[in-house]
């Protein structure tokens, strides 16, 4: 590591300090300083414009040497010398601002275009300081509000800070306007999520419950349908063997239970002179001797023989006979279609909890506040087409012919590390002419109200959409903005 | 916003087509093969051997600066007419045209600058056998010899040139077609007719009497005529579904040329091949026929979207052109008696000294038109460079800001886009000049029209970039949307103005608007009236810093033959067929004459074109077309560019990144590095790619990309001088090294592959960009025995004749300036070149082993054409004897400038003890300097003097003061 010893003179004492300070200490220094203030150019200023005014006023009397900020100034005492900033060369303090680059990082060059690499403060009194690139010093274009940096161009650079400085307050108070409703806005959604979340909660716990009824439920009916298979295999064998009398038991003990409804006779009975018509409920009825239903037996009794014989009605199917085999094997049947019916409802309750699940997995924000936005739909016209957004679910665009393309279904959250929940990604969208398939990026903006603001589509198939809502608004922002008035 | 398909159902079902044929490569089934082409097949198959054509040498006209000849065919005893003429500046010109065509033959218009002045020829001796004629003052002679008709040139007991030395020299001459109706009730009323006139001739016409006696082959000929056969092809064609009615029948030529003494012959562009045109006996011929090839391949003949029938033979000795004037369909076949030979074998003979001379012949063939050759006879390159200059003229003088970075994109979706792209490159301090709008920002592909929705206020977009003193272009194709609510449609289809189709009618074709026609540009009339479109309040929404990019302009026709127009159209008493690949040039130079026209003559235009022809470098810019994203595509970038600037269009570049397809970002960043260094800078890419601005890819590759633009910049003084010198004498900015070091044998003998990889701006500038994936370093041949070159990033020196290995990073570009030249550079990188106008100048001088130095210092204004008035400043730096000084190169030249000298610095120096500057008005005075010993890099601190002054730089040494004290 390369040492370098900078010498400076202390105004108080009339005397040289001499530093030894590493080179790359300096230079570290140098550019952390550079880097905070262009951090803080970069990031939302709007509300530094009151700090730096104040700074301003402090130190504006003193400021002789061009382009640089006050923190700056201690490096540019007059003196007989200078020292780059860098340390690395000392140079006669008349070749500051010659407009002809001697060091390396450029500071000895501020006020001028000299330094490839050199910077040039614009101080924009009533508006908020930031640094330019050397290069735009007298190159004809007005950068900084105050004109500063074209002193000597033909550009006649107006100082604008002042209507600046009013729009950007202006600008800067409806923010804070918005931030303040969006934020008020946000707790009620928030709050609203909760409950929502709560809500979704007890839905789940509910088919949970359901679905557990239907398991047991299930048990049950498996073992009767079990039961009732090997109810009918015996029948079956006893059949076989001849055994008529332990089959009529059989066959009595399986059945007994059983009657006939009019459903039934109206499904299985037809009249032979018109097959396609069904009986009707007053006919059907009427076979079974008025009553609703009617005891197997009864029924044998009195009805099968009319039917049988067959001369003006028939039963319909002969794989559902009424005599013959016995009727516990309808009981198999019966108890199967059953089984089925419970197993198609345990499903579908598995389905929702599961769905239900899936949802709730999804992350609304530390606090729910994006669970409103689930099963919620946003459109917005854009020249000839209608864009959808549905958090959590899909995007989609529709032409004026009706056509509906998809751009992507819910992907993930994809912000900054800081703040994760300020973009949203949905792919596997419609697939695209050249390979891929379309892909929507969604960026959250804080507003008062709900709504889709802007699509674009920068490249073939990869859409970008501005969506602004209250539960964008970050607390931190506003914490920021009042810090910086302070 | 919209999905490809919606916007693009016109095209979508041709693109389908293609697209379903071969994803990644031309198809090449959409385009003729010489086999496919009749003529081509015709001319082709008729092999070297006695040629029937004999020289009638009783014919012979010799004026002081025209000799006529005729010539005829033994066969069918078809006349024609040679003439010769030479050409001021050691130029041979040869036309041969039919002695009495059917009806006349096209030839072609408006390349040639003016009628080239001639120079006396004389007689030198004469006999039954041929004739010997002297070529000026020179000792060149040409002799014809006339059984079989033969044209060598000779200086001293060289021969430069033969030409139908193989006897292929074929003439189809027009004829009519014997198997109609028509043709029959013609020649029986012709026979009738001329029996009729001998009878009564005798006595009113005793002339013509004169001639048919003249012309006792004239009753041979018809009945010789009826026996020759008529083959397939020659009266009508069918490619794929296209059919071409050939009205004409055949009218194919075909000449060759032997060049004895001659390996390696260049030019002939446009192809995606290596700089040296390979032989071609086993493979197609060389095509010139302009065409929208999409995605081409890499590395072979296959005609693409410019033609320029130029080619250059070049040895140790000498240098010499071929100019084919000839714009139709042509066909070039290169073959060379050392083409099969390895790198031993020539050495062997080399040692051996056995080698048979090397000769290579070459054989053109076009479809139709006359034979009006021009031979440039050098001898230097520069030499070639100035005769082709003097019959097409030199590339046009750019603004200087054309110059600078482009960016572009199909497309720039509205005018916000355009806006945040700008803002883009001032954020991350990156320069650029030219923001470029696509077919998307017009209204519906209509030409000279906004989307209004997209481009609802385009002034004030125009306006928002002129604040930053940059510009636009905007396109604007040859292809019409036909549509009756669109104004430039129907005025050109009320004025007539359209091409036509066989049956007359205007002609359709399909293209980006769907249904669409095409002006007629061959009519100076129509030229006229579209560059009368281009003035401000005609073409709205249009301001002095938007400029015009024509594309599509072979014509482009999306259903046509070849995906070009039908040759059977009509432009008045010419078919397509004659004409086709003027098209293109036609279109650039209306284009260019509006953009001049709507100042008042003012400014200089910037156009850049797809198509082009010879000549068209008097008219702007032109690019590689569709290239793709791939490694392949940069490396042939660079042969492409240098074929084109051989051939006088310097003015070339290719699309920055691939124009199909995604580059990696190493491709990319490597992509910009060399486009950085070639003369015409634009970044472009397809509209399914995803977006690729600088910044899209990290920091450090934002930082990479940002380092070669600003190293563009800085040479933009450099740059501009180099086309102003481009614009003077016709030399290429973009050179091979074969010209430069043109006695370097070790180059020309192995042709090392480093030919073709390398590139030298200017004669100055060496440059060999990576173009290789994952490079770890290159090799570069750095030429001159006698000549030091040092790099311009490290100032490190180094020997010329050596191949150099230069390890290299991702930063790295390899660039070495010649160690005596002196070059001026712009250090302060400004958002654009305009911001730059006042900067000061940095001279890096490099001094030779004879420690002296020399370079030039051009300065104008930058856009106008006020340095034809004589305003600009051009100066002389030259660095000898320890005194680097800038004298006036124009005095007569009247032109101020701010821009001052802010620093020299001076490689190879040694340390002085003083250093004095004294200006023009007698002062003297000290300079600060820097002496950096390890590179001997000597820095003159702000000597400060006037760019346009007279001043010199003494630099005292320590063993000169003590001569001085004793």
Known sequence: ?????????????????????????????????????????????????????????????????????????????????????????????????????????????????????????????????????????????????????EYNSPAHCQNTCWNLGQKERAYVEGQMRTLDEGLRLKQQLIEEGVLLWREKQAQLRELQQVAEDLQIKLEEHRRRKHEAERLKEQTLKALEAGDSGKGRILMRSCCNPYSITVDEVKTKVVLVHDEERLLSEDEALGLLGGGHQIDLTKFRRTLWDVLTRGDSVKVRSISLHFQHPPRCFFAAEWEATNLKKVEEAYETVNMEISDLRKKLAIDYGTDWEFLFLNSQCYKLKVYEYIYTLCPFNQVTQKNTAGTEVSLGTWGMWAGTPKNQYSQMVYENGEPCWQGGSRTTTVTLTCGTETALRSVKEPSKCQYIMDFQTPVACQPVLKQRGIHSEL | ?????????????????????????????????????????????????????????????????????????????????????RLQGNITRVKINELKPLKPRYEVPDVLIREPPTEPLSLLSQDENGVVL?????????????????????????????????????FEHLRMRKDTFSYKVTSTVASVWDNIKRVFSSQADPEAEKKEEADPANQAETTKEEEEKVEDGMWEETFKSHSDSKPNGPSAISLDFSLPGVEHVYGIPEHADTLRLKTTENGDPYRLYNLDVFQYELYNPMALYGAVPVMLAHNTQRTTGIFWLNAAETWVDISSNTAGKTVFGKMLDYVQGSSETPQTDVRWISESGII??????????????????????????????????????????????????????????????FIWLDIEHTDGKRYFTWDPHKFATPKEMLQGLMDKKRKLVAIVDPHIKVDSNYKIHNEIRSKGFYIKNKDGGDYEGWCWPGSASYPDFFRADMRAWWASMFAYDQYEGSMENMYTWNDMNE??????????????????????????????????????????????????????????????????????????????????????????????ISFCGADVGGFFKSPSTELLVRWYQTGAYQPFFRAHAHLDTPRREPWLFGPENTALIREAVRQRYTLLPYWYQQFYHAHRTGEPIMRPLI??????????????????????????????????????????YLPGKDTVWFDIHTFQKHNGAQNLYIPVTMSSIPVFQRGGSIIPRKVRVRRSSTCMEHDPYTLYVALNLQRTAEGELYIDDGHTFNYEKKEFIHRRLSFAKNILSSVNLAPDAQFTTRSWIERVVILGASKPSKVTLQTADGQDSQLEFDFDASMSVLTLRKPGMNAGADWTVMLQRLLNLYKHLS
């Open chain 2, 372 to 433: 009006d050759v021009f031979l440039m006879l050098g001898p230097t390159p520069k030499d070639v460079f100035s005769q082709y200059a003097s019959l097409t003229g030199t590339q046009s003088f750019p603004p200087l800001a054309s110059l600078g970075y482009h960016q572009c994109r199909w497309n720039y979706n509205d005018q916000e886009d355009v806006q945040s792209v700008d803002a883009g490159f001032d954020e991350h301090d990156i320069p650029y000049d």
């Open chain 1, 1 to 149: 590591m390369r040492h370098v010893t900078a010498c400076f003179r202390k105004r108080k004492h009339g005397e040289f300090k001499c530093l030894s300070r590493s080179f790359k200490q300096v230079l570290a220094g140098f550019y952390e300083t550079g880097r905070r203030e262009f951090t803080v150019l970069d990031s939302d200023m709007r509300f530094q414009v009151i700090v730096a005014a104040v700074f301003w006023s402090g130190f504006v009397e003193s400021r002789k040497v061009r382009g640089i900020s006050s923190s700056y100034k201690r490096f540019y005492k007059e003196r007989k010398s200078f020292l780059c900033i860098d340390g690395s060369k000392i140079i006669p303090f008349e070749q500051v601002n010659d407009d002809y680059c001697d060091c390396e990082d450029g500071s000895d060059e501020p006020g001028t275009s000299a330094c490839p690499r050199g910077r040039f403060y614009c101080t924009n009194l009533g508006f908020r300081p930031h640094y330019i690139p050397s290069s735009r010093v007298n190159d004809g274009i007005c950068d900084c509000c105050d004109a500063s940096d």
């Open chain 2, 739 to 780: 010209q430069l070091f043109r006695k370097g044998r070790h180059v020309l003998k192995l042709s090392v592959p480093l030919m073709f990889f390398n590139s030298a701006a200017g004669r100055d500038l060496l440059v060999h960009p990576v173009t290789e994936e994952g490079a770890r370093g290159v090799t570069a």
């Open chain 2, 134 to 170: 002297s070529l000026g003052s020179e000792s060149q002679r040409v002799i014809i010899s006339a059984r079989p008709f033969r044209l060598d040139i000779m200086e001293g007991s060289d021969v430069l040139m033969s030409l139908n030395s193989r006897g292929l020299l074929t």
């Open chain 2, 1 to 85: 916003m919209a999905s490809f398909t919606e916007r693009m159902v016109p095209v979508l079902v041709l693109w389908l087509a293609v697209c379903l044929a071969e994803t990644w490569a031309v198809d090449r089934g959409n385009f003729k093969t010489c086999d496919q082409s009749a003529f081509c097949k015709r001319q082709r198959a008729l092999k070297p051997g006695e040629s029937p054509y004999r020289a009638l040498l009783e014919t012979m006209e010799l004026t002081n600066t025209r000799l006529t000849l005729q010539l005829i065919n033994d066969n069918n005893k078809v006349r024609l007419l040679l003439e010769l003429y």
């Open chain 2, 555 to 648: 014509p482009s026709v999306f259903n046509g033959p070849e995906v070009t127009m039908h040759k059977d159209t009509v432009h008045g008493a010419w078919e397509h067929r004659d004409v086709h690949n003027l098209y293109g040039f036609y279109v650039q130079m209306a284009t260019a004459e509006g953009l001049i026209q709507r100042s008042g003559g003012i400014e200089r235009p910037f156009v850049l074109t797809r198509a082009f022809f010879a000549g068209s470098q008097r008219y702007g810019a032109v690019w590689t077309g569709d290239n793709a994203a791939e490694w392949d595509h940069l490396k042939i970038s660079i042969p492409m560019c240098l074929s084109l600037g051989l051939v006088g």
